[in-house]
């Protein structure tokens, strides 16, 4: 099956086929990266400075494309997996990688769960938030639980489409002002703004999932160099799309709450904030769209992560244990098995409350994974574990170390304020 579709892609391509019916793993790792707390992130931005901080959201969505790119070209230029190419810089890529995917795994699972439950509640009050973040975890884990790429892919298509709609709309009837924005693609950073561009930076288009991006080809069938045009096309549309998404964001939060000086809570109740000031100003039916948009931002984290994470936790073990590629595959036991580490610890945590040491783990180890992604990418690249044809050129090179410089400040903000508390 994945053959065939692979050939039928590949026709596409070669005949000039619409571009967007070769869209699909870059959707899926850009909207899996949008969740909730970026959203939020980009919206206080916009609160606080206006247009200011809009160079930032390109400046991420570049890293991101560059970060994506070539994680999808390692994986495509030698028919592996970014964990077999981490493997070969020595043991000290599991010691790292496997406790933040288990520690991740759990903490991102309640506060994932929480997101969706959080827009559910706004949306339909007679269940309360735990409630319906335990019943999004577990819809998230039977929609995944096969691994049926097709049917996920889908799902997550028509979330991005309710996303878009939802948060663009949301934008257009703030009426943008076109000069400021025109302004704000000029790079500066307003006193006390330093940790907001990293934020908004860093935030736009995930973290850990990119790494699931190869993972995410070969489940669509694209396992070769002779999809390495289509994985540049799907990558690059997926990140506009993105960064439109996250404009649309800095544009109401500059239009809507900057110029009125409102200010929003931070993480998820920020939305919930927001969809209130949306209903007061423009009627209860645009504070209703808006919170759909919100919910299809959180459920498309959601299923992203129940699917991508849980193929890289099973590449992971399956290499560990010495086992073949079938361990390895979707719907594999030790697939389902992250999925289950995802969903039924996470609502302990809901219902009980979370550790604070495991919180100060999850921000430790959290924090170093975008540049330990930049700076493994950039050794593996430049290496002969990559055929000299899609080894890194000079802009790559330049792009990537610029990646890793960004990102290790942002770890070390991150990194901080994960040690004290601030």
């Known amino acids: 099956m994945a053959d065939q579709a692979s050939r039928t892609e590949q026709r596409d391509l070669d005949g000039g086929a619409p571009r967007w019916r070769l869209l699909g793993p870059g959707l899926v790792v850009a909207a899996t990266g949008v969740g909730a707390a970026d959203l939020v992130a980009t919206l206080v931005a916009g609160s606080k400075y206006g247009y200011a901080l809009l160079w930032a959201v390109v400046l991420g969505c570049l890293m991101k494309i560059v970060l994506v790119e070539g994680a999808g070209r390692y994986s495509l230029a030698t028919g592996r997996t970014i964990f077999e190419g981490w493997s070969t810089l020595g043991r000290w890529t599991s010691w790292y990688f496997g406790p933040y995917i288990t520690i991740w795994g759990i903490v991102y699972g309640a506060a994932a769960m929480a997101g969706t439950g959080l827009a559910l509640h706004a949306l339909l009050p007679f269940l309360g938030v735990k409630a319906w973040g335990v019943v999004c975890g577990l819809l998230g884990a039977a929609l995944v639980w096969t691994g049926r790429y097709g049917v996920f892919e889908k799902v997550l298509g028509v979330l991005v489409l309710l996303m878009f709609v939802t948060m663009v709309g949301a934008a257009v009837v703030t009426l943008p ?208 574990r990559v055929p000299r044809e899609w080894r890194n050129k000079l802009p790559s090179n330049v792009a990537m170390a610029l990646c890793a410089l960004a990102f290790a400040a942002l770890a070390l903000n991150e990194l901080y304020g994960a040690v004290t508390g601030g």
């Not at 995410?216 to 799907?234: A, N």
């Not at 919910?295 to 290499?319: C, E, R």
């Not at 289950?340 to 809901?350: D, E, H, M, R």
């Open 177 to 384: 002002n076109l000069p400021d924005m025109a302004g704000g693609l000029v790079p500066r950073i307003p006193d006390g703004a330093l940790v907001n561009v990293l934020s908004v930076a860093g935030g736009v288009g995930g973290t850990i999932t990119l790494a699931a991006y190869g993972y995410w080809l070969r489940e669509k069938g694209w396992s070769t160099p002779r999809f390495m045009r289509v994985m540049r096309i799907d990558n690059t549309v997926a990140y506009v799309v993105t960064g439109v998404f996250v404009l649309a964001t800095l544009v109401v939060g500059a239009e809507l709450l900057y110029s009125a000086q409102i200010a929003v809570s931070t993480g998820d109740q920020g939305l919930l904030d927001l969809s209130t000031v949306l209903e007061d100003r423009y009627g209860s039916a645009t504070g209703t769209v808006f919170l759909v948009g919100f919910f299809a931002a959180a459920m498309s984290s959601l299923l992203g992560v129940w699917n991508g994470v849980s193929l890289m936790f099973a590449d992971f073990v399956a290499h560990a244990r010495h086992e073949g590629p079938e361990a390895a595959a979707a719907g594999s036991r030790y697939y389902k098995a992250y999925i289950v580490w995802l969903t039924l610890p996470p609502i302990v945590l809901i219902y009980l409350g979370k550790p604070v040491a495991l919180i100060l783990a999850y921000g430790v180890l959290g924090a170093f994974f975008m540049p330990f992604l930049a700076v493994t990418l950039l050794w593996i690249l430049n290496t002969d």
